[in-house]
Nanobody, 119 residues
Framework: QVQLVESGGGLVQAGGSLRLSCAAS????????MGWFRQAPGKEREFVAG????????NYADSVKGRFTISRDNAKNTLYLQMNSLKPEDTAVYYC????????????WGQGTQVTVSS
């Protein structure tokens, strides 16, 4: 089992940048594929970015490609999401999630961190 805690959200102007972090408990972080998701008011939660166990493979939603970068530091049990060129439509609660061994779905979720982009 893994516990996840996000941080780094806040208010930023359009065009600005933020870096989200997700700290994972335990000593088995490297056994989990990780992902970032977001949920805007009145909308369903959507996938933003994912990263493999080793960090060697990543994938992104089309809406964030070229602007967001997912990364992980297995030595620090931490997942990151670097968000550049932010747009008002990026405003949402951002969640990190863990998928044991990258098989099946995401089983563990953090509590979320709010990102608000003003125009």
């Amino acid at each position: 089992q893994v516990q996840l805690v996000e941080s780094g959200g806040g208010l930023v102007q359009a065009g600005g940048s933020l870096r989200l972090s997700c700290a994972a408990s335990g000593r088995t972080f490297s056994r989990y594929a990780m992902g970032w998701f977001r949920q805007a008011p009145g909308k369903e939660r959507e996938f933003v970015a994912g990263i493999s166990l080793s960090g060697g493979s990543t994938n992104y939603a089309d809406s964030v490609k070229g602007r967001f970068t997912i990364s992980r530091d297995n030595a620090k049990n931490t997942l990151y999401l670097q968000m550049n060129s932010l747009k008002p439509e990026d405003t949402a609660v951002y969640y990190c999630a863990a998928n044991l061994l990258g098989v099946g779905g995401y089983n563990y979720w953090g509590q979320g961190t709010q990102v608000t982009v003003s125009s």
